[in-house]
């Protein structure tokens, strides 16, 4: 496509600004439909913009020239700006940091363009109508073709290979995606309004699957298997199932939709998340895998959607993202390896139940200024940060979970009001078990809060008006307890708490300016052995046993050093048998 060498010219950049330049700077035609004027065969290679046509109304066309930078990519390739008519037809745009611009412009045309070697974008239409692109082939490391704040433009028949996302359609309208191979991160929709995902997408591939936009759909039921991106928008009652979403931006968008189920897709090395649901009711995505990508499963704007079923693993952002929702629920799901098990901030009315988030990077669970918010049976565990953190919260219940051998507290609270923690497992952590700060009227009731490296539960400062009672406390480092807020009640007149250095008379002094006491105290005994962090055995370790079963002598010592080399128990503790094993509890007194 790029014009041949001996017929070009070289040229300074070129700026005309009105129809009227056309004319002075001697370009040939006269700017009518059968005979516009014409730049053409011109090689301009300089640092910054090429060619610059602005407020102009005359037919023109640019063609056949080679446009680059002589070092790193710099400059733009051509910008039009506020102009009608214009052509742009077999040029080769190269090394710039944008090839082709089209700004407030319309009926524009961009044919059969090679633009490359770009580190911005390759094509982008801003605030115009009625402009083509097609034909052209786009390649570089940022994103490909760009439309924004547009409206009624064609994109067809393009190969665009890009690192980047591929195609993005960002508050446009009536747009027309048709037949374009796309290679890298895909296609991304974004806006505020409808209008702004209701477009035409047919006949286009992502890396070599077919591209799935379905739009206004009822009472679907949809095989999905063969995409490689999928887009549900304004689709109701609708069933879609199976696909491998690979390498794009976001593996399945679902748009302003309402009872839908997105069901078994499969998804790895995606840039923003696996999946998206965004301004819809009643979605449920069951059954998905996100592997590697930015978030796994995010749910943002919408009302009552499930998660379920579901495994996020080693995203390099949030495994499952809840924002600006109210009653989302998260079920029998796994996020492991990522940058935060599961985050919610704005969402009401969340439940999360029987999940694990383990091996995270940061916090297993984070829960920022929601309300109303359940987790329940379910396990934050061995994550570099806290177990579960609330901050800002109203009215939340932890109930029947574990939150051990995580690198922060199992439970931290901070800015909190009305919450409550229940039956809950908190051992093993490096910081404190429970530690709250500037928290009020919250209840820490029925738990286990053993061998943690700080404080078992610790009040900071400005926690007032919260009952600690009938837990279970012992062998934590610094000390079992501390109490530095104020109004504090560490029993609840009848009942008071378990401690293993309780000494069997009269009431437990907390630690802390507060000055607590436990009225009514009970002793703790005895002291449970030490848990361990379960560690997953490669399944090809146990197969090899089998087969050397007759030689397993040595075998087995490599096989126990390996164990011994791989176990995260924080070391040697002496304990005496028949305490807890399990959920069993101990003995109490």
Not at 40 to 55: A, E, F, M, S, Y
Not at 116 to 122: F, K, Q
Not at 209 to 219: A, D, E, F, P, Q
Not at 289 to 315: H, Y
Request: proline share 3%; hydrophobic share 35%.
């Amino acid at each position: 496509m790029r014009p041949s060498v001996d017929v070009l010219y070289e040229h300074d950049p070129i700026l005309v600004q009105g129809d009227g330049d056309f004319i002075v700077q001697h370009w040939s035609g006269s700017g009518t439909p059968s005979d516009p004027f014409v730049i053409d065969r011109l090689n301009i290679t300089v640092p910054g913009t090429c060619i610059v046509i602005k407020h102009t109304r005359a037919h023109f066309v640019i063609r056949c020239c080679y446009l680059a930078s002589p070092d790193g990519p710099s400059g733009k390739g051509i910008v039009l700006e506020d102009v009608r008519n214009a052509r742009i037809e077999g040029n080769r745009v190269v090394n710039k940091s944008q090839g082709i611009v089209v700004k407030s412009s319309v009926g524009c045309t961009v044919r059969e363009d090679y633009v490359g070697g770009y580190d911005s974008t390759g094509v982008w239409v801003f605030n115009s109508r009625d402009t083509v692109v097609e034909r052209c082939v786009i390649e570089g490391p940022s994103r490909g073709t760009v439309i924004t704040a547009s409206s009624s433009v064609t994109v067809a028949t393009n190969t665009i290979d890009t690192a980047g996302v591929s195609l993005l359609l960002s508050s446009s309208s009536a747009c027309n995606l048709t037949g374009n191979v796309v290679f890298g991160g895909g296609l991304f929709v974004e806006g505020q309004a409808a209008q702004h995902y209701a477009h035409t997408v047919e006949g286009n591939t992502v890396n070599r699957r077919s591209l799935g936009y379905y739009v206004g759909l009822y009472g679907a039921d949809i095989d999905t298997n063969p995409c490689g991106q999928l887009f549900i928008v304004q689709c109701g009652n609708s069933r879609f199932y199976g696909g491998c979403l690979d390498h794009v931006a976001i593996g399945v968008y679902v748009l302003d939709s309402w009872k839908c189920t997105v069901e078994s897709i499969r998804s790895s090395s995606n840039a923003n998340a696996t999946a998206l649901v965004m301004h819809s009711y009643d979605i449920t995505l069951e059954g998905a895998l996100a592997n590697r990508s930015g978030t796994g499963f995010e749910v943002v704007s919408s009302v009552e959607c499930t998660i379920a079923g579901s495994e996020a693993l080693n995203c390099t952002g949030t495994g499952i993202s809840v924002a600006s929702s109210v009653d989302t629920r998260v079920v029998n799901t796994t996020a492991l390896g990522c940058a935060t098990g599961l985050k919610a901030v704005g969402a009401n009315g969340t439940e999360v139940r029987n999940c694990t988030f383990r091996e995270n990077r940061g916090s297993g669970i984070s829960i920022e200024w929601s309300g109303g918010v359940l987790v329940t049976d379910s396990t934050t565990l061995g994550n570099a940060g806290h177990g579960t953190e609330l901050k800002a919260c109203e009215d939340i219940d932890v109930l029947n979970c574990t939150s051990s051998w995580n690198g922060g507290n199992g439970i931290s609270l901070l800015y909190c009001a009305r919450c409550t923690v229940n039956s809950t497992r908190v051992h093993d952590n490096d910081d404190n078990g429970i530690r709250m700060r500037c928290v009020t009227s919250t209840v820490l009731y029925d738990n286990d809060v053993m061998r943690n490296g700080g404080f078992g539960i610790y009040l900071g400062v400005s926690c007032t008006d919260n009952l600690v009672y009938g837990n279970r406390i012992g062998w934590n480092t610094v000390a079992n307890a501390a109490d530095y807020g104020a109004d504090n009640s560490w029993d609840n007149g009848s009942l008071g708490n378990w401690w293993d250095d309780y000494t069997g008379s009269g009431t437990y002094a907390i630690g802390g300016a507060a000055g607590s006491n436990d009225r009514f105290p009970h002793q703790l005994v005895p002291p449970p052995p030490t848990d361990t962090l379960p560690v997953t055995i490669d399944p090809a370790l146990v197969r090899a046993v089998s087969v050397v079963s007759a030689l397993s002598v040595s075998l087995l010592i490599v096989i126990e050093g390996y164990a011994r080399r791989h176990d995260r128990t924080r070391g040697p503790r002496h304990h005496p048998p028949g305490a807890k094993t399990g959920t069993t509890r101990p003995t109490t007194t």
